[in-house]
């Protein structure tokens, strides 16, 4: 299976403790990514799937943005991709 996207990052509360974490998996051909998520705010820990379009995904290739909610509390996130995760096209 050939990896689309990755990521795994440190996620901050609110008052900026990185408490919590964040896996995104998306494989080429597959209409959800997989999301491991562990909530900064509230500590809740799980692991789901997301439809790889919006509100999830925000925008177009190096500008794409991710919502995350917290299925707990509602905290929500949003990432950007980092420069270095961008492939160039060939
Ligand atoms: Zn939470």
Redesign the pocket.
């Known amino acids: 299976m050939q990896i689309e996207y990755i990521t795994t990052r440190t996620l901050e509360n609110s008052k900026g403790e990185p408490k919590g974490k964040v896996r995104i998996l998306k494989l080429v051909g597959e209409a959800n990514a997989t999301i491991e998520f562990k909530?900064?705010?509230?500590?809740?820990e799980a692991k789901w799937e997301e439809a790889w379009k919006e509100p999830f995904v925000e925008g177009k290739g190096a500008n794409q943005k991710f919502n995350l909610k917290?299925?707990?509390?509602?905290?929500s996130i949003k990432l950007s991709k980092l420069k270095k995760e961008i492939k160039k096209k060939k």
């Open positions: 909530c900064p705010e509230c500590g809740f917290c299925k707990s509390c509602n905290f």
